[in-house]
């Protein structure tokens, strides 16, 4: 994709949506935190019923360690992988706690000290909460890069990597968010919906198609 349809792909994905927002709810740094680390090979969906009955309940580190382990559980057994993110989020707590006044850091170096926040989750908090231009490369997006030709790339660092060297300056604060809501509903893993989408012309997939 030349740096003309580069442009010509965000200038319509922004048109078409402004003010793209993450679809897991929440209502501060901290709970924004906890849903990006159990939504983790689990579905937005999934993640915010669980976090409708924890939140109103433990939206502080503090709050969740008084739950406990098995209390924290409880709330969250519904997503997939619940016991291992029960076990990261209490220890999260804990540092959070010790070392960062129960504040979320808002440096990549400390949320990838996190157990349980790796480099994806750490872009999520960095780009969302903070408003830094990072790039975080779930399955959605990794899809969309190398479909569309945007950015191709082996592994999901290479993707990363060009998709913050491709991205035009003035679109990279909302880019995360366009393209994983251009790959969950538009780009989307078996059949895309290519009829309805507002870049399939300039899409390497589509044109290697028609």
Request: aromatic fraction near 6%; charged fraction near 20%.
């Amino acid at each position: 994709m030349t740096p003309k349809q580069r442009q010509a792909f965000f200038s319509r994905l922004q048109a078409q949506n402004p003010e793209p927002k993450t679809e897991l709810v929440y209502a501060s740094t901290f709970e924004l935190l906890v849903a990006v680390l159990l939504s983790a090979q689990a579905t937005d969906v999934s993640v915010n019923k669980a976090t409708a009955k924890l939140f109103p309940v433990a939206n502080t580190p503090e709050a969740i360690l008084a739950l406990g382990l098995d209390g924290l559980k409880s709330y969250i057994k519904s997503i997939g992988l619940y016991n291992s993110k029960a076990v990261n989020l209490i220890k999260t707590c804990q540092l959070l706690i010790d070392k960062h006044q129960s504040q979320v850091p808002d440096d990549r170096a400390s949320l990838e000290a996190l157990p349980g926040v790796g480099r994806k989750t750490a872009n999520v908090i960095l780009n969302t909460a903070f408003g830094q231009l990072t790039m975080a490369v779930d399955t959605h997006i990794f899809r969309v890069a190398n479909r569309t030709g945007l950015a191709p790339g082996r592994d999901v660092r290479e993707v990363e990597e060009g998709l913050l060297k491709n991205i035009p300056d003035e679109f990279m604060q909302h880019a995360h968010h366009w393209l994983i809501l251009h790959g969950r509903y538009t780009c989307v893993a078996r059949k895309p919906h290519c009829n309805e989408c507002i870049v399939s012309d300039l899409c390497a997939y589509y044109k290697s198609n028609n």
